[in-house]
């Protein structure tokens, strides 16, 4: 599994900034909960992981890889589309909408990325994407396709896709805010084991209870900034910063 870095990382919208210079590391095989107020910039620095949102200053290193650049002499140089997407394979994500395709089954959906990247052989996928889909309790549904799954169904089949793609490290969006509440348990069993097995993963989450639980530590952002980070156990129950205390207060533990 693999060291994640983020060295002085900034991000600016137009004149908006979103991301002022976090500085943070994800050691291998831990788990690192964000939690913070919406627009504290927790979803932007997971999207600046792989690249989906470009830092405007910083570094983000997976693995001691920059991800997104290479370095000419003294100067960061923006690596090519292809150079790209090879460094995203080491990083699966999951966001809070499914995003499956809607005409491909379960077992398709998962098959689809390890075939059209990777380039392995159907057969070999369909093995792979099988053993998947069980792992996550859907091996009674590989033929099933999104509109037949509920939205719980439908996030463990995204988490089986990103996994299908044997990623170092695991991003989490708020993977169960799209969900009704009786779902939520089940997203985040499959992700209580996925951290058991040693995935180095980094969870946006408003699941306290499950930050507690879980995570190795909890970080809490707001206005772009860390304002506290500490064992789940001392931050969620003492924490030290008045804001952080302020946003505790106002959601469930």
């Known amino acids: 599994m693999s060291k994640v870095n983020f060295l002085n990382v900034h991000k600016s919208f137009g004149d908006v900034e979103v991301l002022k210079g976090i500085n943070l590391t994800v050691e291998p095989s831990k788990v690192v909960c964000l939690i913070g107020p919406s627009g504290s910039g927790k979803s932007t620095l ?31 140089v923006e690596a090519s589309e292809a150079e790209i997407n090879k460094r995203r394979e080491d990083v699966g994500m999951v966001f809070q909408s499914f995003n499956l395709f809607g005409h491909m089954s379960a077992l398709e959906n998962v ?27 859907l091996g009674d549904r590989l033929e099933n396709y999104p509109s037949q799954l509920s939205g719980g169904q439908q996030q463990r089949v995204a988490i089986a896709r990103a996994l299908a793609m044997e990623p170092k490290v695991m991003l989490f969006d708020e993977p169960t805010s799209a969900l009704d509440p009786e779902l939520v348990g089940e997203v985040l069993e ?9 995935m180095t993963m980094i969870v946006v989450t408003h699941e306290m209870s499950f930050a507690r639980e879980v995570a190795d530590e909890v970080v809490f952002m707001d206005g772009g900034v860390i304002v506290e980070r500490g064992e789940p156990e001392a931050l969620l129950s003492n924490p030290q910063h008045e804001r952080t205390r302020s946003f505790l207060s106002r959601v469930a533990r």
């Open 111 to 137: 098959m689809f990325g390890p075939m059209r990247l990777k380039k392995i052989s159907r057969s070999v996928a369909r093995e792979q994407a099988v053993a998947l889909l069980t792992k996550v309790g």
């Open 190 to 198: 499959v992700m209580r084991e996925l951290a058991r097995s040693g």
């Open 46 to 76: 997971l999207r600046c992981v792989n690249h989906l949102e470009t830092a405007t200053a910083g570094a983000i290193l997976v693995d001691g890889q920059m991800m997104g650049y290479n370095v000419r002499g003294d100067r960061l």
